[in-house]
T-cell receptor, first 111, second 110 residues
Framework: EAQVTQNPRYLITVTGKKLTVTCSQN?????MSWYRQDPGLGLRQIYY???????DKGDVPEGYKVSRKEKRNFPLILESPSPNQTSLYFC??????????FGPGTRLTVT | DAKTTQPNSMESNEEEPVHLPCNHS???????IHWYRQLPSQGPEYVIH???SNVNNRMASLAIAEDRKSSTLILHRATLRDAAVYYC???????????FGKGTRLHILP
């Protein structure tokens, strides 16, 4: 089944403790992207990648890192999480310029 | 970066057509217009996209103004399952950066 998977689905952590949210797709898509969704602000793009070893900043990249060492994986790294990064995170993948497939979301709480 | 403007919310009756508007007055010639919807407690779901011409698929139709500064998503016969937040977004044809707006919350009345 074609899908985008994210892990973990739920995470509660403390300020400053490094964490990684994994994202994997099985559709051989070149394009992958991370978004955060906050009440009243809609979805905002954090980082995106058009192919292996190619990443670019979206609208809200501060405080986040990504890497794209393999085509199927696009982990989101929070080196030193802060409470303002408490949010719902979505990973997505697609062929360039075509429809995106979204993962189920990761709800992160930073205390 | 080009952005989109949508009404915060709209209401429609079940089994009637729904026209969801989107303004994108700063659209560039290489921007694709995409529509997604998000049902409660789910990730966004692709609906339709286009560049210049009107588009139809099994879910909806997309009408794009001649000057491309606005577009309309048309749901031909709304059902209760179409109640969702609908996002109109521009996908940059040069660097593929994506900007979501705040979307329109569509309420369907039985």
């Amino acid at each position: 089944e074609a899908q985008v998977t994210q892990n973990p689905r739920y995470l509660i952590t403390v300020t400053g403790k490094k964490l990684t949210v994994t994202c994997s797709q099985n559709m051989n898509h070149e394009y992958m992207s991370w978004y955060r969704q906050d009440p009243g602000l809609g979805l905002r793009q954090i980082y995106y990648s058009m192919n292996v070893e190619v990443t670019d900043k979206g609208d809200v990249p501060e405080g986040y890192k990504v890497s794209r060492k393999e085509k199927r994986n696009f982990p989101l790294i929070l080196e030193s999480p802060s409470p303002n990064q408490t949010s719902l995170y979505f990973c997505a993948s697609s062929l360039p310029y075509y429809e995106q497939y979204f993962g189920p979301g990761t709800r992160l709480t930073v205390t | 970066d080009a952005k989109t403007t949508q009404p915060n919310s709209m209401e429609s009756n079940e089994e009637e057509p729904v026209h969801l508007p989107c303004n994108h007055s700063t659209i560039s010639g290489t921007d694709y217009i995409h529509w997604y919807r998000q049902l409660p407690s789910q990730g966004p779901e692709y609906v339709i996209h286009g560049l210049t011409s009107n588009v139809n698929n099994r879910m909806a139709s997309l009408a794009i103004a001649e000057d491309r500064k606005s577009s309309t998503l048309i749901l031909h016969r709304a059902t209760l399952r179409d109640a969702a937040v609908y996002y109109c977004i521009l996908r940059d044809g040069r660097d593929d950066k994506i900007i979501f707006g705040k979307g329109t919350r569509l309420h369907i009345l039985p």
